[in-house]
């Protein structure tokens, strides 16, 4: 599977998601078999590019190559401009935002919203490509099925997209309209593979070895992307790496194991973002690692509301070695333990005194995720 000149490890590839697929999390994933990352995206506004959560996000530090990444925006001068930027800054391949359903961008729906307005979608392209191509950076683009059920338009743009230089396509296999909900459709994917000859990836609702595999026979995609499936299981690229190549299933990870790796992610986490943000950013991690496993709702509970690294990592520690000491290796894996959203990790029942404090984090967590928006 190439990118332009880029040979990757394999087909399997970790989705941008703004919030969670930051370095620690793409390095994560690399590790442990994803063959690609694309960062979460960067905004076209040169007026964010300085802020601390842009610097974050254009940090690449020890990433294993290439480094893709996202850019978002409605303009296409500025997207340009962020193209250029970000290749000063290490980045291998550009990846143009069409897929995403929510952001906001100058007061303008950028992402998917994209995907109404054919001709500025090809501007922006043309522009990217333009700015790219001296530098010898491929461009990619991840888009939706289209903008509505009666308005799929996803081949069109897809060809229109390659005409102009793009050098691999990602669908996700619903329209703007649906947000995440209902079921992600793979004919469209399997249609724009059919028009396209650069590299087509699949992407939606992927969430086990099996829909893998079937995904991939169904559309004749070149790769497949997950997202939410590899939320608290990042492990899930070798699982489906294994099942691909040899059409058994790996055993679930140890539990020693999976301890020792959150440990480090933690690590990593706090280093980017430090005490304050690294402890309140890292709980919606523990809470995916932890959703499913006995205890783990009340551990998540608990877990919310400590203030500190050391507390944090402590607590991560001493589930898993508990956990340990009555089962060797995690126990379903399946579908079930991992995709979640982002919205559902701040408490559940829990004894009164504690419901104030609870509360109090859910305000601090929705004001970061209405910043995080309203900043992109
Ligand atoms: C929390 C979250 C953040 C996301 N952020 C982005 C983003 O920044 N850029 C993008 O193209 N897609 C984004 N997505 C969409 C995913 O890349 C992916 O297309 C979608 O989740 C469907 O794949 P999945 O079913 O494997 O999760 C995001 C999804 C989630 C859940």
Redesign the pocket.
């Known amino acids: 599977m190439n990118i332009g000149q880029f040979t990757l490890a394999n087909a399997l590839f970790v ?6 697929t930051d370095r620690p999390f793409r390095q994560l994933c690399k590790a442990l078999g994803a063959g690609y990352a694309v960062s ?2 960067v905004t076209s506004r040169r007026d964010l590019w300085n802020t601390l959560k842009t610097s974050r996000r254009a940090n690449h530090d020890g990433e294993p190559g290439p480094i893709a990444v ?1 850019i978002a925006g409605t303009d296409a001068q500025m997207m340009a401009a962020a193209a250029a930027y970000n290749i000063d800054r290490g980045a291998q391949i550009i990846d143009i ?1 069409m ?2 359903p929510a952001k906001k961008v100058c007061n303008k729906w950028a992402g998917s919203a994209l995907m109404q307005d054919e001709p500025l979608a090809l501007e922006i392209v043309a522009a990217v490509v333009a700015a790219c191509e001296p530098h010898k950076v491929p461009v990619t683009l ?1 888009m939706r099925t289209g903008w509505s059920q009666a308005n799929k338009n996803a081949v069109r743009i897809a060809l229109a997209a390659q005409e102009a230089g793009v050098q691999m396509v990602t669908v ?1 296999g619903r329209t703007r309209e649906q947000g ?1 909900g209902g079921h ?1 459709e793979y004919d469209t994917i399997s249609a724009v593979k059919a028009a396209l000859r650069i590299p087509v990836v699949a ?4 969430n086990s070895p099996e829909k893998a595999r079937d995904v991939l026979a169904s559309t004749g995609a070149d790769a497949v ?5 590899a939320q608290g299981r990042p492990w899930i690229f070798r699982e489906v790496a294994h099942f691909l190549a040899h059409g058994t299933h790996l055993a679930p990870p140890l539990v020693a194991d999976v301890k020792r790796l959150l440990v480090d992610h933690l690590r990593d986490h706090y280093d980017l973002y430090g005490e304050f943000l690294g402890v309140r950013t890292a709980r919606k991690h523990i809470g995916w690692y932890v959703k499913a496993l006995p205890g783990g709702e009340d551990f998540r509970n608990r877990m919310n509301l400590m203030e500190s690294c050391g507390q944090q990592t402590t607590a991560v520690a001493n589930f898993f070695d508990e956990l340990g000491a009555r089962m060797d290796r995690i126990p379903g894996t399946g579908a079930d333990c991992a ?1 979640s959203s ?1 919205q559902d990790h701040a408490g559940g029942s829990l004894a009164g005194e504690n419901k104030d404090k609870i509360n109090r984090l859910r305000k601090e967590e929705k004001w970061r995720q209405q910043h995080e928006q309203e900043a992109h």
Do not use: F, S
């Not at 992407?203 to 992927?206: L, V, W």
């Not at 992307?225 to 499936?229: E, V, Y």
């Open positions: 989705a941008p998601m703004a919030g969670v979460e995206m996202q935002n897929g995403c991840k996700h995440y992600a992407n939606g609702d992927i992307m997950m997202g939410r499936a995709a982002d």
